[in-house]
């Protein structure tokens, strides 16, 4: 190899380094970008939608209801509204999968206690047992803060057509026999918009816990796009 040769090949070398210098940054926050742009995958609107005959899509959500919580105070569906909200159904004298529900509320709780954009409720499916006095000794119980955690019960009409239209979640009220009381033992993602974003079954043993896994995720892919609209 001639000097000249050999001075040509160090100048492409010494090229290729200053452009490694300058790009090197340029890929790096591009893999980021693109690494985040992943993160925040839609999650599917769940239920029926409707598309107008302008093609504008009419997604599933929430109907309109008016309801009391455990400190006596009037929750309604504007008061989730603008909220990332998880909800589950419970009761406070339920002989079977209430307290793993609420258990694992409680750790959600703690998850997402410096999320201002988020919010817990757990809806009782026994309101006549289940007054704002009842249902506040039973959020003391599992560390709710009432402005992070909801507890909320009201008319049976009124919470049917919540479970039933709103979250899709079965229900089957008092009927004198605590033990017939019919509920849903999933959590439920619902968007700012109150649209329907996930279900999830959070229980006992692996399985519970890669579903708590995966809400923790959602939640965290439903953040991501309301800030990358």
Same mark, same amino acid.
């Given at each position: 190899?001639?000097?000249? /040769?050999?001075?040509?090949?160090?100048?492409?070398?010494?090229?290729?380094?200053?452009?490694?210098?300058?790009?090197?940054?340029? @890929?790096?926050?591009?893999?980021? @970008?693109?690494?985040?742009?992943?993160?925040?995958?839609? @999650?599917?609107?769940?239920?029926?939608?409707?598309?107008?005959?302008?093609?504008?899509? +009419?997604?599933?959500?929430?109907?309109?209801?008016?309801?009391?919580?455990?400190?006596?105070?009037?929750?309604?569906?504007?008061?989730?509204?603008?909220?990332?909200?998880?909800?589950?159904?419970?009761?406070?004298?339920?002989?079977?999968?209430?307290?793993?529900?609420?258990?694992?509320?409680?750790?959600?709780?703690?998850?997402?206690?410096?999320?201002?954009?988020?919010?817990?409720?757990?809806?009782?499916?026994?309101?006549?047992?289940?007054?704002?006095?009842?249902?506040? /000794?039973?959020?003391?119980?599992?560390?709710?803060?009432?402005?992070?955690?909801?507890? +909320?019960?009201?008319?049976?009409?009124?919470?049917?057509?919540?479970?039933?239209?709103?979250?899709?979640?079965?229900?089957?009220?008092?009927?004198?026999?605590?033990?017939?009381?019919?509920?849903?033992?999933?959590?439920?993602?619902?968007?700012?918009?109150?649209?329907?974003?996930?279900?999830?079954? +959070?229980?006992?043993?692996?399985?519970?816990?890669?579903?708590?896994?995966?809400?923790? /995720?959602?939640?965290?892919?439903?953040?991501?796009?309301?800030?990358?609209?």
């Amino acid at each position: 190899m001639t000097n000249e /040769e050999s001075d040509i090949r160090r100048g492409y070398w010494r090229a290729a380094g200053i452009v490694l210098i300058f790009a090197g940054p340029i @890929l790096i926050w591009l893999f980021i @970008l693109s690494f985040g742009k992943h993160k925040c995958v839609p @999650l599917p609107y769940l239920g029926e939608k409707t598309v107008t005959q302008s093609g504008d899509t +009419i997604y599933h959500r929430l109907p309109s209801f008016r309801m009391t919580s455990q400190t006596g105070a009037v929750v309604t569906d504007d008061s989730l509204r603008g909220y990332i909200h998880v909800a589950d159904f419970i009761f406070t004298r339920c002989p079977g999968i209430c307290k793993d529900l609420s258990r694992n509320m409680a750790k959600l709780q703690e998850k997402i206690l410096e999320h201002k954009d988020i919010r817990l409720v757990s809806i009782s499916v026994d309101p006549q047992f289940d007054t704002p006095e009842v249902l506040n /000794e039973y959020a003391q119980r599992y560390g709710a803060r009432p402005d992070k955690w909801t507890f +909320i019960s009201g008319d049976s009409v009124v919470l049917r057509n919540l479970a039933v239209r709103g979250y899709m979640a079965p229900f089957a009220p008092d009927t004198g026999n605590r033990e017939l009381i019919t509920h849903s033992p999933l959590f439920f993602l619902v968007d700012k918009e109150l649209h329907v974003r996930g279900f999830y079954r +959070i229980i006992d043993g692996d399985d519970g816990q890669k579903e708590f896994k995966r809400l923790l /995720e959602h939640i965290d892919v439903l953040r991501c796009q309301y800030r990358n609209p």
